[in-house]
């Protein structure tokens, strides 16, 4: 498209010029129907980022985001070039997001029903996310995430995408 394309040229350069490389993020993450798929996103955070602490949840004042690319998990720019995830048809635009598999495992023991997340393929964007922020509670977010599964309709996403807008502008995380 010429308006994504451009951007996220413009991001990769930007991340490569605060964090240095890789620019990309790959982390296997659950979709539909419990499949496995490398997600694709800018990386925002130091190189092994984990390797300290193993898989965690990011919140809202990570100490491991690297200077100047804060804004970008902010205003989920990290998150664009899941447009590659889309077309591969890993993903959806809107749907439940989905989650890595060791956050699962955990998830699915402490939150009855969490599984049914897995349901509709998954999306860049969906109705917890412009519900919830980063540290919100995964029952919380399941609840979301049942609701969207319920009463999905085309006019549902549409609104989805239009207050996921709003949510990157407001930079609301």
Not at 5 to 23: D, E, F, S
Not at 27 to 42: I, L, S
Not at 107 to 133: C, K, M, W
Request: proline residues 6%; hydrophobic residues 45%.
């Amino acid at each position: 498209s010429p308006v994504i394309m451009p951007t996220l040229a413009l991001l990769a350069v930007w991340v490569r010029i605060r964090a240095g490389g890789p620019v990309l993020y790959r982390q296997t993450r659950v979709g539909w129907r419990g499949c496995r798929f490398e997600v694709v996103k800018f990386r925002t955070m130091v190189a092994d980022a984990e390797a300290r602490g193993g898989p965690q949840l990011a919140d809202r004042a990570d100490d491991r985001v690297v200077s100047g690319l804060g804004w970008m998990r902010a205003t989920r720019m990290d998150e664009l070039p899941q447009v590659w995830n889309v077309l591969r048809g890993e993903m959806s635009l809107v749907g439940p997001r989905p989650e890595r598999p060791e956050m699962i495992a955990e998830f699915e023991q402490d939150v009855a029903g969490y599984s049914r997340r897995h349901e509709l393929p998954p999306g860049v964007t969906g109705f917890a996310q412009i519900n919830g922020r980063y540290e919100t509670d995964p029952a919380y977010k399941l609840g979301y995430d049942l609701q969207y599964i319920v009463n999905w309709s085309i006019v549902l996403d549409a609104q989805i995408l239009l207050r996921t807008v709003w949510v990157m502008l407001a930079r609301r995380v």
